[in-house]
């Protein structure tokens, strides 16, 4: 599974990658409406983008998160109902929620904040498959 | 999903519908929470029509429970009875019902004229038909008439269409008909979750406490789930208004379909009450894995769990049904909110279950539940310490119609009088009704749903059923109103209150009856001793039943109010109230209507509903002072038993409480003068209570509170004035 990965020694804090992912999905420069998030700290950045780990697609009351055959967790805009039961259960608050916007919005690993990260701080990475309790048990 | 051993055909069952009645209408967007309309339906006359809401019944009386009784007395007199024509049943969600972004906000209210006791009542339950019938265009329904057959009332709230259909096929059963509803309403399975139904069940028709089952369709599951409005009996109601379903569809869900005011505020409370109840519940109650069951332990360790018909509040065999149980049969990683975005998701339930008796048996069911109530009442209070009895009755209860709180504690009561040779076997029909007895009391059920034998009369009610003990069997009906734990003739939910006179009070002073809805103060009272005199007590059962009734009014469920709090809550200056969360509710219901109300026009706006209630109550024949007395058992040690079970603790409550040496003194002495000191504790809690409400010392609203509340509406003051003439 192919998921962004955040650099931490590279970063600069430009904040490029914010502003290229709220322009290709939202058509506005604004970064906070990101799907990845740079914030400053006493010892340089943070980064907080999603790690794809799946604990959201178990609280959709609407099965609006869902796993696609490439692994990425994504969220179907129609079928969401805006209750952001993901936004709170999120492990690494990598649900966003944003003004003006009903419905959450999260990184499907598309990589096209990769190419204009100067400083190569972001990458797509290979990571090991999710682990099977992200998909809910049928024990019925 | 479920697996049924004789399968029923949908095609058949719609095939057999007669239109009878057909409206049409507009579907206008919602403003700011409200449709600003009702929808009127007479059953027995096949009428449909409409009413509209203006400001002035905002202003009074919000929504949802408000409107409902605000119908209600509209379409009643004094002279109405549960089963007259004009009686109705009301359901409304209420301007806050149906938002998404916060836990608990897709509650029903259900009122009408109680079978149980007269006078009326209000239920709250989960479901999505409260939201849905909104969406579709209604603030409420009243459900007036008696069809001549049995019919189903169809809301398309997608074309706006309104049918009410002839249906002789359909189940009369929840768990078949709501299933059947969505096989019949629904486009495809994906469209099974715009689906909602309201039914009652067999058992609903042959006894007083029929319960209401609320569905929702849960897609991971493929099972029509029931929710309960339980109390007071409106499935009762309900059926013999011959209605067997009231279907609403609605398939538009958003996440504005309220129209609100300030989406972004709701966003902004609604994600950090979530992030609270991730970080906050699995340290706290649990309620996302056990729900409300987490509580049968509890309740044991305080000697608050009712065993054995309130005789005692703690069991050696408690841990055979405590909450390790059931998380343990809970299938558990699924959301289970019965409404969207209910991330406290109490809603539990046993899947894959299979049937041991009764009609269905063979069949694999998903089973919702047992919440605490259901557990306690089967497990504690009739004795039967076995899960797989409650499960199995909880079940049946449900798809029967029959509210499990009033069958439990019903055949708690049962079973004392049994054990007491009040009844025997040649009266039960050769059941042996000790406690304990698990597979009678499934007869029991059995019999109350085909409407036979002495499970039949169980269904009369325990007010119903000392009238006929007295009567039939010579019993003594003294001994039969300390130990027939109802109060206004509704059955006691399942808290121990003897050591805890403020929470009797919290029963004994509820508008409806015996249920624990508008206070529970047993922890503040008896544990932390935070409200020590009588005019603390008075404060707390003046401030928590009005700020609980707001939930009613707005279409809430309660608990995300206090079953999470915030980490820091203790540190505040008034933990109980949980002040975080009351702001939340407060920036909510603004941020929905756009008005600027702080918390203490909340109580406000509840206190003009509660005030109008209890004028209906006494309008009806009740609402005062001796409709508001407490069987002794709920008070004090009934029997000699009782008091020698906790005889340390009575003693020397008699020589610290209230000054009185027992050392010499016999039994019987000791246990009479408890018996005088804790009654009369209790009528000086009703006048202090009486007194801060602004009621005289009967219990009925002076004339001045209701003009103070705006509430001196010309009916109202009609009864008062008659009252105080």
């Given at each position: 599974?192919?998921?962004?990965?955040?650099?931490?020694?590279?970063?600069?804090g430009?904040?490029?990658?914010?502003?290229?992912?709220s322009?290709?999905?939202?058509?506005?420069?604004?970064?906070?409406?990101?799907?990845?998030?740079?914030?400053?700290?006493e010892?340089?950045?943070?980064g907080?983008?999603?790690?794809?780990?799946g604990?959201?697609?178990?609280?959709?009351?609407?099965?609006?998160?869902?796993?696609?055959s490439?692994?990425?967790?994504?969220?179907?805009?129609?079928?969401?109902?805006?209750?952001?039961?993901?936004?709170g259960?999120?492990?690494?608050?990598?649900m966003?929620?944003?003004?003006?916007?009903?419905?959450?919005?999260?990184?499907?690993?598309?990589?096209?904040?990769?190419?204009?990260?100067p400083?190569?701080?972001?990458?797509?990475?290979d990571?090991?498959d999710?682990?099977?309790?992200?998909?809910?048990?049928?024990?019925? | 999903?479920?697996?049924?051993?004789?399968?029923?055909?949908?095609?058949?069952?719609?095939?057999?519908?007669?239109?009878?009645?057909?409206?049409?209408y507009e579907i206008?967007?919602?403003?700011?929470?409200?449709?600003?309309q009702t929808?009127?339906?007479?059953?027995?006359?096949?009428?449909?029509?409409?009413?509209?809401?203006?400001?002035?019944?905002?202003?009074?009386?919000?929504?949802?429970?408000?409107?409902?009784?605000?119908?209600?007395?509209?379409?009643?007199?004094?002279?109405?009875?549960?089963?007259?024509?004009?009686?109705?049943?009301?359901?409304?969600?209420g301007?806050?019902?149906?938002?998404?972004?916060?836990?608990?906000?897709?509650?029903?209210?259900?009122?009408?004229i109680?079978?149980?006791?007269?006078?009326?009542v209000d239920?709250?339950?989960?479901?999505?038909?409260g939201?849905?019938?909104?969406?579709?265009?209604?603030?409420?329904?009243?459900l007036?008439?008696?069809?001549?057959?049995?019919?189903?009332?169809?809301?398309?709230?997608?074309?706006g269409?309104?049918?009410?259909?002839?249906?002789?096929?359909?189940?009369?059963?929840?768990?078949?008909?709501?299933?059947?509803?969505?096989?019949?309403?629904?486009?495809?399975?994906?469209?099974?979750?715009?689906?909602?139904?309201?039914?009652?069940?067999?058992?609903?028709?042959?006894?007083?406490?029929?319960?209401?089952?609320?569905?929702?369709?849960?897609?991971?599951?493929?099972?029509?789930?029931?929710?309960?409005?339980?109390?007071?009996?409106?499935g009762?109601?309900f059926?013999?208004?011959?209605?067997?379903?009231?279907?609403?569809?609605?398939?538009?869900?958003?996440?504005n379909n309220?129209?609100?005011?300030?989406?972004?505020?709701?966003?902004?409370?609604?994600?950090?009450?979530h992030?609270?109840?991730?970080?906050?519940?699995?340290?706290?109650?649990?309620?996302?894995?056990?729900?409300?069951?987490?509580?049968?332990?509890?309740?044991?360790?305080?000697?608050?769990?009712?065993?054995?018909?309130?005789?005692?509040?703690?069991?050696?065999r408690?841990?055979?049904?405590?909450?390790?149980?059931?998380?343990?049969?809970?299938t558990?990683?699924i959301?289970?909110?019965?409404?969207?975005?209910?991330?406290?998701?109490?809603?539990?339930c046993?899947?894959?279950y299979i049937l041991?008796?009764?009609?269905?048996k063979?069949?694999?069911?998903?089973?919702?539940?047992?919440?605490?109530?259901?557990?306690?009442a089967?497990?504690?209070?009739?004795g039967?310490?076995?899960?797989?009895f409650i499960?199995?009755?909880?079940?049946?209860?449900?798809?029967?119609?029959?509210?499990?709180?009033?069958?439990?504690?019903g055949?708690?009561?049962?079973?004392?009088?049994?054990?007491?040779?009040?009844?025997?076997?040649?009266?039960?029909g050769?059941?042996?009704?000790?406690?304990?007895?698990?597979?009678?009391?499934?007869?029991m059920?059995?019999?109350?749903a085909?409407?036979?034998?002495?499970?039949?009369?169980v269904?009369?009610?325990?007010?119903?059923?000392?009238?006929?003990?007295?009567?039939?069997?010579?019993a003594?009906?003294?001994?039969?109103?300390?130990?027939?734990?109802?109060?206004?003739?509704?059955?006691?939910?399942?808290?121990?209150?003897?050591?805890?006179?403020?929470?009797?009070?919290?029963?004994?002073?509820?508008?409806?009856?015996?249920q624990h809805?508008?206070?529970?103060?047993?922890?503040?009272?008896?544990?932390?001793?935070?409200?020590?005199?009588?005019?603390?007590?008075?404060?707390?059962?003046?401030?928590?039943?009005?700020?609980?009734?707001?939930?009613g009014?707005?279409?809430?469920?309660?608990?995300?109010?206090?079953d999470?709090?915030?980490?820091?809550?203790?540190?505040?200056?008034?933990?109980?109230?949980?002040p975080?969360?009351?702001?939340?509710y407060?920036?909510?219901?603004?941020s929905?209507?756009?008005?600027?109300?702080?918390k203490?026009?909340?109580?406000?706006?509840?206190?003009?509903?509660?005030?109008?209630?209890?004028?209906?109550n006494?309008?009806?024949?009740?609402?005062?002072?001796?409709?508001?007395?407490?069987?002794?058992?709920s008070?004090?040690?009934?029997?000699?038993e009782?008091?020698?079970?906790?005889?340390?603790?009575?003693?020397?409550?008699l020589l610290?409480?209230?000054?009185?040496d027992?050392?010499?003194?016999t039994?019987?002495?000791r246990?009479?003068?408890?018996?005088?000191?804790?009654?009369?504790a209790?009528?000086?809690?009703?006048?202090?209570?009486?007194?801060?409400?602004?009621?005289?010392?009967?219990?009925?609203?002076?004339?001045?509170k209701?003009?103070?509340?705006?509430?001196?509406?010309?009916?109202v003051?009609e009864?008062?004035?008659?009252?105080?003439?």
């Amino acid at each position: 599974m192919k998921v962004l990965v955040w650099d931490k020694s590279k970063c600069i804090g430009c904040g490029t990658c914010e502003q290229t992912c709220s322009k290709t999905w939202f058509k506005e420069e604004n970064r906070v409406k990101s799907r990845i998030q740079i914030n400053k700290t006493e010892n340089g950045f943070s980064g907080n983008t999603c790690i794809q780990c799946g604990e959201c697609i178990l609280v959709c009351p609407v099965e609006a998160l869902t796993r696609d055959s490439k692994g990425i967790v994504r969220l179907n805009n129609k079928t969401c109902v805006g209750c952001l039961s993901c936004v709170g259960f999120c492990p690494t608050s990598s649900m966003f929620v944003a003004p003006d916007e009903p419905i959450p919005f999260k990184c499907i690993a598309c990589g096209i904040c990769v190419k204009t990260c100067p400083t190569g701080a972001l990458s797509i990475q290979d990571q090991p498959d999710p682990l099977e309790k992200v998909f809910y048990r049928r024990h019925f | 999903m479920n697996i049924y051993q004789n399968p029923y055909n949908p095609e058949k069952i719609k095939a057999a519908h007669k239109l009878l009645a057909e409206l049409k209408y507009e579907i206008k967007p919602l403003v700011k929470g409200y449709s600003n309309q009702t929808l009127y339906i007479n059953v027995g006359e096949n009428k449909i029509g409409s009413k509209p809401v203006d400001q002035d019944m905002k202003d009074k009386f919000t929504g949802g429970r408000g409107f409902n009784m605000k119908l209600l007395w509209d379409a009643v007199t004094e002279n109405t009875k549960w089963d007259s024509p004009e009686n109705e049943i009301v359901i409304a969600a209420g301007p806050m019902g149906g938002i998404t972004q916060y836990p608990g906000t897709g509650k029903s209210i259900v009122c009408g004229i109680s079978p149980l006791t007269g006078a009326p009542v209000d239920s709250n339950v989960g479901g999505y038909f409260g939201p849905y019938l909104k969406f579709s265009g209604w603030d409420a329904i009243e459900l007036q008439g008696i069809a001549k057959k049995d019919v189903i009332v169809y809301i398309n709230g997608d074309e706006g269409i309104i049918q009410i259909f002839e249906a002789p096929e359909e189940d009369t059963n929840s768990h078949l008909i709501a299933e059947q509803m969505c096989d019949i309403f629904a486009e495809n399975e994906m469209d099974m979750k715009s689906i909602a139904t309201v039914s009652a069940g067999k058992g609903a028709e042959n006894s007083f406490f029929g319960c209401l089952n609320f569905s929702f369709y849960d897609r991971r599951r493929k099972v029509a789930r029931l929710k309960q409005a339980g109390r007071g009996g409106l499935g009762t109601l309900f059926r013999h208004k011959n209605i067997k379903a009231v279907v609403c569809k609605f398939s538009g869900m958003n996440a504005n379909n309220n129209e609100v005011d300030d989406l972004e505020k709701i966003k902004d409370v609604g994600a950090s009450y979530h992030r609270e109840l991730y970080k906050e519940d699995d340290k706290q109650c649990d309620m996302r894995h056990v729900g409300t069951a987490h509580l049968v332990e509890i309740m044991d360790d305080y000697d608050l769990l009712p065993t054995h018909n309130y005789k005692f509040g703690a069991d050696p065999r408690t841990p055979k049904i405590s909450s390790v149980v059931w998380r343990e049969m809970f299938t558990q990683g699924i959301p289970d909110g019965c409404w969207y975005g209910c991330t406290m998701q109490c809603a539990k339930c046993v899947d894959g279950y299979i049937l041991q008796t009764g009609p269905y048996k063979g069949d694999t069911v998903s089973i919702d539940g047992p919440e605490y109530e259901t557990a306690a009442a089967f497990g504690a209070n009739m004795g039967i310490f076995d899960p797989h009895f409650i499960v199995e009755a909880n079940f049946y209860c449900d798809t029967y119609g029959i509210d499990t709180i009033s069958f439990g504690t019903g055949m708690a009561f049962i079973m004392e009088c049994y054990e007491n040779g009040i009844i025997n076997k040649e009266i039960t029909g050769g059941y042996d009704l000790s406690f304990g007895n698990g597979e009678e009391s499934l007869h029991m059920l059995h019999q109350m749903a085909r409407g036979e034998g002495f499970g039949k009369t169980v269904g009369l009610g325990i007010r119903r059923l000392k009238k006929l003990f007295a009567e039939k069997y010579g019993a003594d009906p003294k001994f039969l109103q300390d130990i027939g734990m109802e109060c206004k003739g509704m059955e006691y939910s399942e808290y121990m209150t003897k050591e805890s006179l403020a929470m009797q009070g919290g029963y004994g002073l509820a508008l409806k009856g015996a249920q624990h809805d508008e206070a529970w103060l047993i922890f503040m009272d008896m544990v932390n001793n935070q409200i020590p005199t009588f005019e603390d007590k008075a404060e707390a059962l003046h401030y928590f039943p009005m700020f609980r009734t707001w939930f009613g009014l707005q279409g809430l469920c309660k608990l995300p109010w206090n079953d999470v709090e915030p980490a820091n809550n203790a540190e505040t200056d008034d933990p109980a109230k949980v002040p975080a969360h009351v702001a939340n509710y407060v920036d909510i219901f603004n941020s929905i209507t756009g008005r600027n109300i702080d918390k203490h026009e909340m109580i406000l706006q509840s206190e003009r509903v509660y005030n109008f209630q209890r004028v209906f109550n006494l309008r009806m024949g009740f609402g005062t002072r001796e409709h508001d007395m407490i069987p002794y058992r709920s008070a004090g040690p009934v029997t000699l038993e009782e008091y020698e079970s906790r005889v340390e603790r009575y003693d020397k409550q008699l020589l610290e409480k209230w000054n009185w040496d027992p050392s010499g003194k016999t039994l019987e002495e000791r246990h009479q003068k408890t018996r005088e000191f804790r009654e009369d504790a209790y009528q000086k809690l009703c006048d202090a209570v009486y007194k801060r409400r602004g009621w005289d010392n009967n219990g009925v609203p002076k004339i001045e509170k209701m003009k103070e509340l705006k509430m001196d509406l010309p009916g109202v003051l009609e009864v008062l004035n008659k009252y105080y003439n």
